[in-house]
DNA sequence: GCCAACGTTGGC
DNA sequence: GCCAACGTTGGC
């Protein structure tokens, strides 16, 4: 099983709006970058853990546990003129973007950004890569175990 | 608001 | 196919 980090700012959804959706399974979309659609599209599986990161926000961090839950589709903001999503070049015959159903293990404490950046077994993690902008990126089983642990399981 | 870093676009 | 210009991301 993989594991991925989604980031995702809380104007737009938060771990709270994931709680309160219905069946607590939020549609992930808005994607608009091919590697991290590749991702969706080839690498991610239903059951996939996810760590649900708040991003572009006062406290950014790790806020809850999720997991994939199939639903692999196109995202119709793509072809909504009034989203800020909108794609005037991608059509219906042929969708660029994709959207996948995430769904809610927990909300956690905060990890935050800054204690991540502190501890030396997180190092690795793509999201802390100078100039990393990506916003899925791969967790590897090893810094999985360790960001639970740190959530104190 | 600033700005470093990066991805995308488009002219050639 | 190159690469400069531009737009976006995202922490601070």
């Known amino acids: 099983m993989a594991h991925w980090l989604m980031k995702s700012e809380p104007d737009e959804a938060s771990i709270d709006d994931l709680v309160a959706a219905p ?3 939020l ?3 808005g994607v608009r ?3 991290a659609r590749n991702f969706m599209r080839d690498a991610m599986r239903p059951g996939d853990g996810v760590l649900f ?7 950014p961090g790790i806020a809850g546990l999720a997991r994939i839950a199939g639903g692999l589709a196109p995202d119709p903001t793509q ?3 009034a989203s800020p999503y909108f794609d005037p070049k991608s059509t219906r015959e042929a969708p660029r973007w994709l959207q996948i ?3 809610l293990e927990r909300k956690t404490r905060l990890l935050t950004l ?4 502190d501890a030396p077994e997180l190092a690795t993690m793509r999201v802390l890569q100078r100039g990393n902008r990506l ?5 590897s089983d090893d810094e999985w175990r360790a960001v639970l642990r740190r959530l104190g399981r």
């Open 79 to 81: 072809f909504d003129p």
């Open 101 to 103: 159903d995430v769904a």
């Open 53 to 59: 990161y708040h991003s572009s926000c006062a406290e």
């Open 33 to 35: 970058n091919y590697q």
């Open 27 to 29: 549609p992930w979309t």
């Open 135 to 139: 916003s899925i990126t791969p967790v």
């Open 114 to 117: 800054a204690e991540m950046r």
């Open 23 to 25: 069946h607590q399974t």
